[in-house]
């Protein structure tokens, strides 16, 4: 960048002299030094985005010691393709992020190790194919119009927790198309019960960063084991009632669930616990992160009215509802565009924690078995290395020219290599279908006064909810 006097400048610097610097969404901004023991505990907790300092915007590896034993933060591309691809074998899931999802999730896709996660990806990988996720469109469009509907009955204007009703929208997306006959219990309440069981679970508690046995009490955990049982029963009570409608010889719907229980009856499938292991994965792993880019991406449109408004054309553009079939959600560049965007600023898995099961050298530094690697999507999505004016608002990134100049392993919001999300495809088509028939029909302001913080708990959401105005277009 050139100023008036003919100095190059950087951007940042450009930004500092100019008297109203751009607006950019809310982030923490970079600590200048790094957390102590007591505080470290306590933002892992709290907001683990919190912890990151300037250095690890700055630099493609940190390596250092902690209280939770040696840290080793790695957002350099060739470095991430060494530890998610090339030698992925030599690296299981964090110890920690097992430990705080496998209560919950039992031995499911997202948490196995070894043979039984090689035989559960071969046994699911086909209810994931391009195919079979286009046919759940209808299930798709289905519950977008069914929110519509639910907001027109609104006075206009009216406030609502936008996040909520996103959590409540790709809750019932995942109702229609894992049992399409229906949960067993209301789905509010078990959206209720999963939201405070990711939330109270889903904390990173003291002892088990500190790897402490499991056997000693983590207070404090009570309610999330409560509604852990809410959850489990409503699990237990569908694939019985599917189970017996398939022994019966009736004709069962095509829903992920029969996928699941054909799965099982397939040389090598899955073992029993494990269609209710991921029936439950299936849910915690794909409704809150769905619901969080949606959020994201009304808040995102609502803070840059200009990019709202030209989301607005591309959709009115395309004249009728949500048109079924894949072609036609390719048209909606800029739908997608805006929903990448957001999940570059705001990536609902913010962290992907690998241990290394031998020593290895990533980029020059060695790592030992002791060592927790974090890839962080949070941190990548953001280096001053890898992206343009990292903290600002800007689609066009991912307008279909740009977009493949982005590094395939700077941009990480599904992770990569071997345990890539399974539900990529699904979670980017439910989000184009609802934020296009959300756009179509209503616009979304911010709720003047609230101030809207990222929190990581699970899944990066905002805290407290997204109060917003809804208003019909
Ligand atoms: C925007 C929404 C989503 C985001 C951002 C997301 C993100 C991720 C990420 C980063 C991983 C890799 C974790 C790692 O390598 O440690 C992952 C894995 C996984 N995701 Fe998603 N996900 C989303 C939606 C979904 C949906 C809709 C489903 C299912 C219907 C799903 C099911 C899974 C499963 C089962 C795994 C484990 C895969 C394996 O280890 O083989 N996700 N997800």
Not at 339 to 348: D, F, G, K
Request: hydrophobic content about 40%; overall charge positive; some cysteine.
């Amino acid at each position: 960048m050139t100023s008036s006097t003919g100095l190059d400048i950087e951007p940042e610097t450009s930004a500092r002299l100019h008297p109203v610097a751009p607006r950019v969404p809310p982030a923490p901004p970079p600590r200048e030094k790094p957390l102590g023991g007591i505080g470290l505990l306590k933002a892992l907790r709290t907001n683990p985005i919190t912890i990151w300092t300037r250095r690890h915007f700055e630099e493609p590896i940190v390596l250092r010691r902690t209280i939770i034993g040696p840290m080793c933060v790695v957002s350099d591309p060739g470095a991430i393709k060494h530890v998610l691809v090339d030698n992925a074998k030599n690296y299981r899931k964090g110890v920690l992020q097992t430990r705080v999802l496998r209560p919950g999730l039992g031995n499911g896709l997202l948490t196995a190790e070894g043979e039984r996660w090689r035989g559960q990806r071969r046994a699911l990988a086909p209810a994931f194919t391009p195919r079979l996720i286009e046919g759940f469109q209808p299930a798709m469009v289905s519950m977008a119009v069914r929110l519509i509907e639910r907001w027109r009955a609104l006075p206009d204007a009216s406030p609502i927790d936008a996040a909520r009703e996103m959590t409540h929208v790709t809750l019932e997306v995942l109702e229609r198309t894992i049992f399409s006959d229906g949960l067993a219990s209301e789905p509010a309440s078990l959206a209720q019960a999963i939201t405070r069981y990711l939330d109270t679970l889903g904390r990173v508690h003291p002892f088990d960063a500190l790897d402490l046995p499991s056997w000693l009490p983590r207070f404090g955990r009570g309610n999330g084991r409560e509604t852990l049982g809410i959850f489990d029963r409503a699990v237990e009570t569908i694939i019985a009632r599917r189970r017996e409608l398939l022994a019966r010889g009736e004709e069962a719907p095509r829903d992920l669930l029969t996928l699941l229980l054909e799965a099982q009856t397939t040389e090598n499938g899955l073992a029993p616990d494990e269609v209710k292991a991921n029936i439950a994965t299936f849910i915690a792993a794909g409704h809150e992160t769905t619901a969080n880019t949606l959020s994201w991406s009304l808040f995102l449109l609502a803070f840059a009215p200009e990019w709202r408004e030209r989301l607005e054309r591309e959709i009115d553009e395309a004249q009728d509802d949500v048109k079924l079939g894949s072609s036609s959600l390719d048209r909606l560049v800029i739908t997608k565009a805006v929903i990448e965007e957001a999940l570059r600023l705001y990536p609902p898995a913010a962290s992907i924690t690998r241990q290394p099961i031998g020593e290895d050298e990533i980029a020059g530094h060695k790592v030992t078995s002791k060592t927790r690697v974090v890839i962080s999507p949070w941190v990548l999505h953001r280096h001053r290395r890898l992206w343009n004016e990292p903290e600002r608002f800007d689609p066009s990134r991912f307008l279909p020219d740009k977009r493949q100049r982005i590094d395939r392993f700077a941009y990480l919001p599904f992770g990569a290599g071997p345990r890539i999300c399974i539900g990529a495809g699904f979670a980017l088509q439910e989000a184009i279908i609802i934020l296009a028939a959300i756009t179509r029909h209503f616009r979304l302001d911010l709720s003047p006064g609230h101030e809207v913080r990222p929190v990581q708990r699970v899944t990066l959401r905002p805290q407290g909810g997204l109060p917003m105005i809804l208003r019909r277009r």
